[in-house]
């Protein structure tokens, strides 16, 4: 991948489709008003999708192996972190805190380790982008103080975390020459590992919680797997930390379902942040 590469405009429209997934699955778990049941649904859902497919795909190739377990460890780490953070924070004040962080980190990392820089343009679309996925975060109605320090700090390693994932799995999904089997890999060593470590003591709240919300897991695991299996595939197209980038247009995505399907009310910030968000996604089109 050489520097300054620009996006291909199937790899960016493959990439807003992938940041629809990822924003349809959160939305999911907002609506079932138990964000940490649901995530654990989501990520066992995302396991079954993978034991499910990879009898019939091949095998990454061997130097990818390393990536994938280190990437497993980290996302394993990431839902834990994203538990902790939803426990007593909101969801409305952690994701786009998370979210918008993230990208930032990718591209002033990446660079000096892999040596793919970002155009000038592009670091002005990747700006706009953060800069609206952040918008959202002062938007929204703040939590009690006590929570709020409390998940905001969670917000901001989650999102350090978000950054190591991103990196290495830029460069594992590449020596892999498998997108998929290298996605689904990921998702079934984390699933495994977060399912073990959530589930003792809430065994039974989880089952009932599963009983009452029956799509959670299929639809979530589904659409999760979906959305990082594209980003992936996009990262061997186009520059990692401009696909990073891309993602979290899920933001103007989760607003448009929010305001069109779900009702809710859509105030002057948060309208000015979804702007700054898609003319970010245009400027990157356009660097």
């Not at 654990?40 to 091949?58: D, H, R």
Request: charged content about 10%; glycine content about 8%; some cysteine.
């Amino acid at each position: 991948m050489t520097a300054h590469a620009a996006i291909a405009p199937p790899v960016l429209l493959a990439v807003l489709g992938a940041a629809l997934l990822h924003a349809s699955w959160n939305v999911l778990l907002k609506r079932r008003g138990e964000p940490l049941l649901a995530t654990v649904l989501v990520v066992a859902g995302s396991a079954l999708v993978a034991i499910a497919l990879l009898p019939f795909l091949p095998a990454p190739a061997r130097a990818s192996w390393p990536f994938i377990a280190l990437s497993s460890g980290v996302q394993t780490v990431y839902y834990l972190l994203l538990i902790e953070t939803y426990r007593d924070g909101q969801v409305s004040h952690a994701y786009p805190l998370m979210r918008g962080c993230a990208p930032p980190l990718v591209a002033l990392v990446n660079g000096p380790l892999t040596g793919e820089r970002l155009s000038i343009g592009q670091w002005c679309a990747m700006l706009l982008i953060c800069a609206g996925v952040l918008g959202q975060w002062f938007a929204a109605r703040p939590a009690p103080v006590a929570n709020a320090r409390r998940t905001t700090l969670f917000a901001l390693l989650t999102a350090g975390v978000i950054a190591a994932y991103t990196l290495i799995d830029g460069q594992g999904v590449r020596l892999s020459g498998a997108p998929a089997p290298y996605t689904l890999w990921i998702f079934l060593a984390t699933g495994v590992a977060v399912c073990a470590w959530t589930a003792r003591g809430r065994w039974r709240a989880l089952v009932a919680f599963a009983r009452a919300h029956p799509l959670v897991a299929p639809l979530g695991g589904l659409a999760s797997v979906g959305s990082y299996g594209i980003a992936l595939w996009a990262m061997t197209r186009a520059p990692v930390a401009a696909v990073a980038a891309l993602r979290e247009t899920s933001i103007l995505f989760a607003t448009a379902i929010a305001a069109f399907v779900l009702h809710e009310h859509i105030g002057r910030a948060r309208l000015v942040a979804v702007a700054l968000i898609a003319c970010g996604a245009v400027a990157m089109r356009l660097a």
